[in-house]
């Protein structure tokens, strides 16, 4: 059992019926009244998000999640499969249990499958991925104000923004998490 007044950022929690994962939290001790906790939670199943607030020293069972690392095999249709890199079993998902986690993933690259009651609910792709400019249009010579960016196509289809330097055929480096450009390889 977690009290809320120990909550920290990606715990994963039974409430309501459900299983969530702990996104933010606040502790808040108004001048008047009791202190409480207030939460981001995202439901791992469908991936909703709602705001609660309780009191710090509510109970509430820890969600047992495994991790297992598998490898990103190809895409058929709109199946991904994946290897156990243990095992070497194959595991088939559909887009709606993928999303778009797959974006910045190239095939045989490994990612963290999340498991609740042996349901995948999350597919985790490394940080920070390394991939080839495949199209952008090239920056002019004075079109250089502070922070500019152009839109470019990377090679796994997903787009970003980069910086005007970036041209085609570069290798660049991507952080998953947010989507943006870090530097160039």
């Known amino acids: 059992m977690v009290s809320a007044g120990d909550f920290k950022n990606g715990l994963t929690i039974e409430y309501d019926n459900g299983v969530y994962q702990i996104m933010e939290f606040q502790h808040v001790k108004p001048g008047k009244g009791a202190a409480f906790v207030r939460t981001k939670l995202r439901d791992i199943v469908n991936g909703g998000v ?9 109970k509430f069972p820890q969600a047992h999640i495994d991790r297992k690392d598998m490898q990103y095999l190809y895409t058929e249709g ?10 070497y079993e194959q595991v088939g998902l559909n887009d709606d249990q993928v999303g778009d986690t797959l974006k910045f993933v190239k095939e045989n690259e490994n990612v ?3 498991y609740h009651d042996g349901q995948v609910f999350s ?6 991925v390394e991939l080839t400019v495949t199209e952008t249009e090239p920056g002019f ?7 500019a960016t152009k839109p470019a196509t990377v090679e796994t289809g997903a787009q970003i923004n980069v910086p005007l330097f970036v041209n085609e055929g570069d290798k660049i480096q991507i952080d998953t998490r947010t989507g943006e450009y870090l530097k160039r390889v």
């Open 78 to 87: 709109d199946m991904h499969y994946f290897m156990d890199n243990e095992t």
């Open 50 to 58: 709602k705001e609660v607030t309780f009191r710090p020293t509510e």
């Open 141 to 147: 010579k004075g079109n250089t104000a502070t922070g």
């Open 112 to 114: 963290s499958m999340l």
């Open 123 to 128: 597919i985790e792709p490394p940080m920070f």
